[in-house]
């Protein structure tokens, strides 16, 4: 099951500059396929945590994709981002294509992602 969470998540690029998603919990990989309506976007998996005071997040993935639709059928990183827990997605809606490498590029670039192979 997926629930939009109606908060946001924010990230930094290298660049320094900050880039706002809007953040939804899920239960299982499979709950993301066909949720999503056709659109571009970039999208970061993160293991979302309560501390005792605060959610806290550990960053899995961050990719874009033209069709959020269709992108989490067959996932070429599903098995390490299951296996790191994932149970957010933050989503931010770019149609761009350009745009979106630009800042998903940026994302890479200025933080670390466990289960992203380029940018390391």
Known sequence: MIN?????FTIAGVSGKKYTFNMYTFDDFDDLQ????????????????W????Y???????????????????HHAESCISRKKANCISIMAINDENQRKQIETDILEGNTFPCNTQHQ
């Open 34 to 49: 066909s949720v999503f309506k056709s659109r571009g976007a970039i999208y970061i998996f993160t293991k979302r945590i």
């Open 51 to 54: 501390n005792g005071e605060k």
């Open 56 to 74: 806290e997040h550990t960053l899995i993935y961050c990719g874009e994709t033209g069709d959020l639709s269709t992108r989490f059928n067959n």
């Open 4 to 8: 939009n969470l109606k908060k946001q």
